[in-house]
T-cell receptor, first 111, second 113 residues
Framework: RKEVEQDPGPFNVPEGATVAFNCTYS??????FFWYRQDCRKEPKLLMS???SGNEDGRFTAQLNRASQYISLLIRDSKLSDSATYLC????????????FGTGTRLQVTL | DAMVIQNPRYQVTQFGKPVTLSCSQT?????MYWYQQKSSQAPKLLFH???????NEADTPDNFQSRRPNTSFCFLDIRSPGLGDAAMYLC????????????FGAGTRLSVL
């Protein structure tokens, strides 16, 4: 089983739609969780950290379910500029300096 | 202004010809990382430096070496590039302690002919 698993997509949605991505992780003792965004042929950039209580940043909402070991990202009112690959990232316990990346979920927002 | 800078952005080398990729940072972070990313795959950690302490991943081939002469600079040396080493190489930095948020450079895309 992969340490971090994501549906690769692509998710094709019209502008204005709401879309949600899920990610599961295998290490139940993992400490920190993030969503990174990666545009085609560019570097990953931090989108948001994911907190146990859930957190929101504008149109983006992240949730963490420790019992089921999954993380979600909800994007409301999708924009064309949201088209990218969204990487689920986990900081496993005991490896304070390392992150484990999922392969990413590709989102394509269309007119 | 870019805080993690990688040079060159594109590198073409020949099979077996050594190549060096460079990374510099203005964040004064004590941890620096090198990742390899191939198309549609997750970034794969090759190694990282915690200050001057070098940490190699178990499955990183011996063909890959790294140097960190000071806090700001880190180099990736590929001693004898093979066709399978063609990839995007990403440098990242983070501050040790607390939440491990990593900041990436724009990457170097390596082609091997």
């Amino acid at each position: 089983r992969k340490e971090v698993e994501q549906d690769p997509g692509p998710f094709n949605v019209p502008e204005g739609a709401t879309v949600a991505f899920n990610c599961t992780y295998s290490n139940s003792a993992s400490q920190s969780f993030f969503w990174y965004r990666q545009d085609c042929r560019k570097e990953p950039k931090l989108l948001m950290s994911v907190y146990s209580s859930g957190n929101e940043d504008g149109r983006f909402t992240a949730q963490l379910n420790r019992a089921s070991q999954y993380i979600s990202l909800l994007i409301r009112d999708s924009k064309l500029s949201d088209s990218a690959t969204y990487l689920c990232v986990v900081n496993p316990t005991g490896t304070a300096s390392k992150l484990t990346f999922g392969t990413g979920t590709r989102l394509q927002v269309t007119l | 202004d870019a805080m993690v800078i990688q040079n060159p952005r594109y590198q073409v080398t020949q099979f077996g010809k050594p190549v060096t990729l460079s990374c510099s940072q203005t964040l004064n972070h004590n941890v620096m990382y090198w990742y390899q990313q191939k198309s549609s795959q997750a970034p794969k950690l090759l190694f990282h430096y915690y200050d001057k302490d070098f940490n190699n991943e178990a499955d990183t081939p011996d063909n890959f070496q790294s140097r960190r002469p000071n806090t700001s600079f880190c180099f990736l040396d590929i001693r004898s590039p093979g066709l399978g080493d063609a990839a995007m190489y990403l440098c990242a930095t983070s501050r040790a302690g607390g939440v491990n948020i990593q900041y990436f450079g724009a990457g170097t895309r390596l082609s091997v002919l």
